[in-house]
Structure formats: C-alpha cells, structure tokens
T-cell receptor, first 115, second 108 residues
C-alpha cells in the first residue's frame, strides 16, 4: 500500500507569490491534516479535512487555506507569501478519526523557501 | 490548547547505551503517538500509545494517562537511531499538539 504522497518535495518562491501544495493520502484514508514545521515554532497544526469538510483549524492567518476532493486528496494554498512562510509543510492521513484507534501517517513533506 | 513538554531537548549517547525520553502533557487526550523524524524530514510512526505499554524490538513506550506522561525507551542504541523524536497528543478531530522534540545523537 502506498504511503502518504506529497508534491512537490521542494519549492522556491518569492515574496508576494502564491503556492499550492498537494497531498494524496493512503488509499482508504478519509482524513487529511496539514502541519507547518519551522525551527522557531516547531510543528504547528494548520487544518484538518474529513469527507471534503474542514473540521478543525489552527491559528494561522486567512492566507493559508485548503480543500479536499472527493477522492480524499487535499491541497493547501498560501497566498501573498511572506519570508516567514518558509517551512517544511507536512501532511498526515488517517483512516477514520472517529474510531478508537486513530493512527496518523505522515508524508515526506514539502520544503518551501520564500525569497 | 494542550501543552506538550519533552525532555531532554538534546541527548548524546555512545552506541550501545540505553536512554529514556519523556513527554508530559497538560490535559487528557484520546491519542498519543511517538514519531522519529528522519534527516529528510519525514515523521516515522514509532508507537500509537494513548495508555499502557508497548514494545517493538529495541524500542518500548509507556503512557500513564492518569498522570499525563509518556516515556520512550531506547535500548542498545545504534547510530541509525539518531534524529529527532517527537511526542504528539490529540484531543479531537485530528488536531495534534507536538512537543518540541528530543534531538538524539548516537556516536559510534
């Protein structure tokens, strides 16, 4: 079974541009979560989608948005990029978060550099 | 949100030594996982352990949910164990709170 796939692996953008990151969950998984990792703030939750609905959101500005498609694939978008958006963006999927045993599996991440 | 504290922040070991990593959390949780982040950034699942004790080879973990802490034991450490270990807890809807990690360096 293929793992969580994130594309692209690396991105270089300039301030003011926008970027879209993609995440394909493990087959059969319906929940996708996004996290930002920076040296200063560590790993922080961005948002979670389940069956195309955003169920939870972290404390990030509205420039950060996401969506989930009917096949559970998810995208996140960052508009008007700032230098501080440079980070490793990680996606995680899980089968059914309402089940008792809810294990999150992470992708390899997308490393975004904003110049 | 839930506060997650990991200790120690840094750990240097000689190959073959044993270690204990600790994770304290500030509230009751439904889920606790330990991860190892490899040099390329991917988080590798080690344990799903909201309570109790589990073992997997040289690694074992114990969570005492009533006292809000979890321990990760690494025995007979190897250089390939090097990296950052994270504890993450969840209360609902897959919103995980991560600790700041323990950076482990195992020297040959």
């Amino acid at each position: 079974k293929a793992g969580v796939t994130q594309t692209p692996r690396y991105l270089i953008k300039t301030r003011g541009q926008q970027v879209t990151l993609s995440c394909s969950p493990i087959s059969g998984h319906r929940s996708v979560s996004w996290y930002q990792q920076t040296p200063g703030q560590g790993l922080q939750f961005l948002f979670e989608y389940f069956s195309e609905t955003q169920r939870n959101k972290g404390n990030f500005p509205g420039r950060f948005s996401g969506r989930q498609f009917s096949n559970s694939r998810s995208e996140m978008n960052v508009s008007t990029l700032e230098l501080g958006d440079s980070a490793l963006y990680l996606c995680a999927s899980s089968h059914n978060p309402t089940r008792a045993k809810n294990i999150q599996y992470f992708g390899a991440g997308t490393r975004l550099s904003v110049l | 949100g839930i506060q997650v504290e990991q200790s120690p922040p840094d750990l240097i070991l000689q190959e073959g030594a044993n270690s204990t990593l600790r994770c304290n959390f500030s509230d009751s949780v439904n889920n606790l996982q330990w991860f190892h982040q490899n040099p390329w950034g991917q988080l590798i699942n080690l344990f799903y352990i909201p309570s109790g004790t589990k073992q997997n080879g040289r690694l074992s973990a114990t969570t005492v949910a009533t006292e809000r802490y979890s321990l990760l034991y690494i025995s007979s450490s190897q250089t390939t164990d090097s990296g950052v270990y994270f504890c993450a807890v969840e209360r609902n809807f897959n919103k995980f709170y991560f600790g700041s990690g323990t950076k482990l360096n195992v020297k040959p």
